[in-house]
């Protein structure tokens, strides 16, 4: 796929999109459709008015451009620690309820 260019494959309510920017965005909704939206901004080189899929402008529009999260997971890993798999997915999600309950 080329930059800016978007598939998609919808079975009943499931829509999977894919669209290609500086890396490929994989995306599954429920609830939007395959619209494109202008963003208001502008391409340097061919000065054309840049378009986003809706499910990307959305996620963009309420996630504030990371997920955060992840982000604050990210500053105090504990998954360096350890070589074990098993013992990875324990403490990854042993670390996630401890932000959720620090967070709440």
């Known amino acids: 796929m080329k930059k800016g260019q ?3 494959w919808r079975k009943g309510d499931i829509l999977i999109e894919v669209w290609k920017d500086k890396r490929l965005v994989q995306m599954m909704s429920m609830i939007h459709d395959t619209t494109t939206v202008n963003t208001g901004r502008k391409d340097r080189k061919t000065n054309m008015e840049i378009k986003n899929p ?11 451009g990371i997920d ?5 997971l ?3 890993s ?3 620690r350890t070589v074990k798999l098993s013992k990875k997915v324990v403490l990854y ?3 996630c309820a401890v932000f ?3 967070f709440v």
């Open 78 to 80: 504990v998954l360096r």
């Open 93 to 95: 999600l042993l670390n």
């Open 6 to 8: 978007s598939a998609f």
């Open 74 to 76: 990210s500053y105090y």
């Open 54 to 64: 809706y499910t990307v402008f959305q996620y963009s529009k309420f996630m504030k």
């Open 68 to 72: 955060r999260a992840e982000q604050y």
């Open 100 to 102: 959720n309950t620090f």
